[in-house]
């Protein structure tokens, strides 16, 4: 048996197997941007996907550009309504977005948790230089996370 025989055995008995395997597990990951994976609380529609995320300040410096797209960010709770817990405040450190979730028929707990990371789907909408997200779904993330 020469060189080039033993090194095609070697090759198909052990290596091809072995990036057979390596291929498979690979797909394993990709499902990191479901956010059911993400411990939490959720709030009307839950949300399933964090692929396309958009930035809070994107649609603060111009909200014309998403009137009446719908859209999922992630941002830090600034404050809840504290009576019916009906909107929210949703900031990325440099920008605020106001989140209104009476439209749609729900709510979070009222005046509670602030300083949470949350992530919120659902569609712009402008009215003159006024603008918010009109929320379908809401999902606030436990405090260690």
Partial sequence: MNLTTKFSAIFNLFLIPLLATTLLFAGCNKDKDKVSEIKGMDFGEKITNLSE???????????????????????IIASVCPSSGCNLFLGDGADQIKVDLKENGFNVPPGQNAGHIAFVSGTVRVNGDQFKIVGTGVKILEKND
């Fill in 53 to 75: 995320l958009t930035s809070i300040s994107s649609i603060v410096k111009l909200p014309k550009n998403f009137e009446g797209k719908k859209v999922t960010v992630k941002g």
